[in-house]
């Protein structure tokens, strides 16, 4: 079993694993693979931030190689696939077909397993819940040999809802059935609107929510304004008729290299803010968007995470009640604005009354912040205590697929399932997460 150097998203680590590529995703094969690298955890394309799908010392079991699609009922829109097969195949083929997953992160460059391991959720998680609510049924290959189909209801509805949020901990997804969402076309109507503080963008985001726009979300400059928190807050909606237009093609950009120093400093986070504020508030009103750079407008930057530098990058994502939401986000920004240190990818919206479907899942009413912040070491580190005691105590909780250093005692707290999901776990599978969070 060969011996690669792995890294996550954010790049903090490039420790040694044992990779091992699963080259068939049901049968004795399979299970002979996932008994000889035990202990282990599955690995898809690499764009979880943190350490959710790392294991140093121990085994990847790589599926990348596990992406058929295996069925597709175009009358009911119910694709089985692979676990596999990334996000942007499936978008791709069920386009054409008239067909849109109805949730999706923030880039389509992930696997549908990891995106059940982790529960994704998107711009549409008001309208429509996470992934897991469009998850119609999975197939999980434990390392005891054990292959259970399970759905969100049956017999093996318990299963299902620990996989889904379960971060890979309950076995190894192999496939998939997803349903899909009906549409006439893949462009949206997009509004865009500036605001020039927190309570400003409460009020556009409720004015949204009472006219039905499924998808939002609103970049904010996190750096300190005396006017107070400005932001672009985006909506859309997929248009109910064909467009007859072509899509613009996008141009592709790849980070070449990755500089000898992190090109987010103060200076360039400063001009990037001051340049998309105005160029977008220049912008703002109604247009229409192709569903790729409205949905996922940093996919056409090829590694972009070597922008930060060779000492990587945190993401820092919380959910918050909506009861002392806002003043909890205020008070994280400022303590951000306060430590001098900021992001240019700072995203926020609210989420809706759907829970999860998994045990361990992220989603919960409130508000969620998400923001990239350069690896400077112990400074960054200091901020994010700081940031971590404001989200406690508003009672939230950190979004576990994007996470690499949260506090043991702080997730107990806030993941009140987690005993209910601890005899679920496979014992054949570890992560650097779960070892840090769960002691094994």
Same mark, same amino acid.
């Given at each position: 079993?060969?011996?690669?150097?792995?890294?996550?998203?954010?790049?903090?680590?490039? +420790? &040694?694993?044992?990779?091992?590529?699963?080259?068939? &995703?049901?049968? @004795?094969?399979?299970?002979?693979?996932? /008994?000889?690298?035990?202990?282990?955890? $599955?690995?898809?394309?690499?764009?979880?931030?943190?350490?959710? #799908?790392?294991?140093?010392?121990?085994?990847?079991?790589?599926?990348?190689?596990?992406?058929?699609?295996?069925?597709?009922?175009?009358?009911?829109?119910?694709?089985?696939?692979?676990? !596999?097969?990334?996000?942007?195949?499936?978008?791709?083929?069920?386009?054409?077909?008239?067909?849109?997953?109805?949730?999706?992160?923030?880039?389509?460059?992930?696997?549908?397993?990891?995106?059940? #391991?982790?529960?994704?959720?998107?711009?549409?998680?008001?309208?429509?819940?996470?992934?897991?609510?469009?998850?119609?049924?999975?197939?999980?290959?434990?390392?005891?040999?054990?292959?259970?189909?399970?759905? @969100?209801?049956? =017999?093996?509805?318990?299963?299902?809802?620990?996989?889904?949020? =379960?971060?890979?901990?309950?076995?190894?997804?192999?496939?998939?059935?997803? /349903?899909?969402?009906?549409?006439?076309?893949?462009?949206?109507?997009?509004?865009? /609107?500036?605001?020039?503080?927190?309570?400003?963008?409460?009020?556009?985001?409720?004015?949204?929510? /009472?006219?039905?726009?499924?998808?939002?979300?609103?970049?904010?400059?996190?750096?300190?304004?005396?006017?107070?928190?400005?932001? *672009?807050?985006?909506?859309?909606?997929?248009?109910?008729?064909?467009?007859?237009?072509?899509?613009?093609?996008?141009?592709?950009?790849?980070?070449?290299?990755?500089?000898?120093?992190?090109? *987010?400093?103060?200076?360039?986070?400063?001009?990037?803010?001051?340049?998309?504020?105005?160029?977008?508030?220049?912008?703002?009103?109604?247009?229409?968007?192709?569903?790729?750079?409205?949905?996922?407008?940093?996919?056409?930057?090829?590694?972009?995470?070597?922008?930060?530098?060779?000492? =990587?990058?945190?993401?820092?994502?919380?959910?918050?009640?909506? &009861?002392? %939401?806002?003043? $909890?986000?205020? &008070?994280?920004?400022?303590?951000?604005?306060?430590?001098?240190?900021?992001?240019?990818?700072?995203?926020?919206?609210?989420? %809706? +009354?759907? @829970?999860? $479907?998994?045990?361990?899942?992220?989603?919960?009413?409130? *508000?969620?912040? $998400?923001?990239?912040? @350069?690896?400077?070491?112990?400074?960054?580190?200091?901020?994010?205590?700081?940031?971590?005691?404001?989200?406690?105590?508003? !009672?939230?909780?950190?979004?576990?697929?994007?996470?690499?250093?949260?506090?043991?005692?702080?997730?107990?707290?806030?993941?009140?399932?987690?005993?209910?999901?601890?005899?679920?776990?496979?014992? %054949? *599978?570890?992560?650097?997460?779960?070892?840090?969070?769960?002691?094994?």
């Amino acid at each position: 079993m060969p011996k690669m150097p792995v890294e996550s998203w954010g790049r903090l680590t490039r +420790d &040694a694993h044992d990779w091992q590529a699963l080259t068939q &995703a049901d049968g @004795p094969a399979l299970l002979a693979q996932l /008994q000889a690298g035990r202990p282990g955890i $599955a690995y898809g394309a690499g764009r979880s931030y943190g350490d959710v #799908a790392l294991n140093p010392g121990g085994t990847l079991w790589a599926t990348r190689g596990l992406d058929r699609f295996i069925r597709f009922d175009e009358n009911e829109g119910v694709l089985t696939c692979e676990a !596999g097969a990334l996000l942007r195949d499936v978008q791709r083929l069920a386009i054409r077909r008239g067909w849109m997953l109805p949730v999706s992160p923030g880039t389509q460059m992930v696997t549908v397993g990891g995106a059940i #391991a982790n529960d994704v959720h998107g711009k549409s998680h008001h309208s429509a819940g996470s992934f897991g609510q469009h998850v119609r049924g999975l197939r999980l290959a434990r390392t005891d040999g054990q292959v259970i189909d399970a759905a @969100p209801q049956g =017999g093996q509805a318990d299963w299902f809802a620990a996989t889904v949020g =379960g971060l890979g901990l309950t076995g190894v997804i192999t496939q998939a059935q997803l /349903q899909l969402e009906r549409i006439q076309s893949p462009w949206f109507e997009v509004d865009v /609107q500036p605001f020039g503080s927190l309570a400003e963008f409460l009020v556009i985001n409720a004015e949204t929510g /009472q006219q039905g726009w499924a998808h939002t979300v609103s970049w904010i400059d996190c750096l300190r304004h005396r006017s107070g928190t400005r932001g *672009i807050f985006m909506r859309g909606n997929l248009v109910k008729e064909a467009v007859r237009r072509p899509a613009a093609r996008q141009r592709r950009w790849r980070m070449p290299l990755t500089p000898p120093f992190s090109l *987010i400093n103060p200076l360039s986070l400063r001009l990037f803010n001051l340049a998309y504020y105005h160029a977008h508030r220049l912008k703002a009103g109604r247009g229409l968007a192709y569903y790729e750079p409205f949905l996922y407008p940093l996919d056409h930057i090829q590694d972009w995470n070597r922008f930060y530098g060779p000492r =990587g990058f945190y993401q820092y994502q919380c959910v918050v009640p909506h &009861a002392g %939401g806002a003043e $909890a986000v205020q &008070a994280m920004l400022d303590a951000i604005g306060a430590s001098g240190q900021g992001s240019f990818l700072a995203v926020l919206k609210t989420m %809706g +009354d759907t @829970p999860s $479907a998994g045990m361990l899942g992220f989603a919960m009413p409130g *508000i969620t912040l $998400a923001l990239d912040f @350069p690896n400077r070491g112990a400074s960054t580190l200091a901020l994010f205590e700081r940031l971590d005691a404001i989200v406690h105590e508003a !009672g939230g909780r950190i979004y576990l697929a994007k996470d690499a250093r949260w506090p043991r005692k702080y997730f107990e707290a806030a993941y009140p399932r987690l005993q209910e999901f601890l005899p679920y776990r496979d014992p %054949g *599978i570890s992560s650097s997460l779960s070892r840090r969070l769960m002691g094994a």
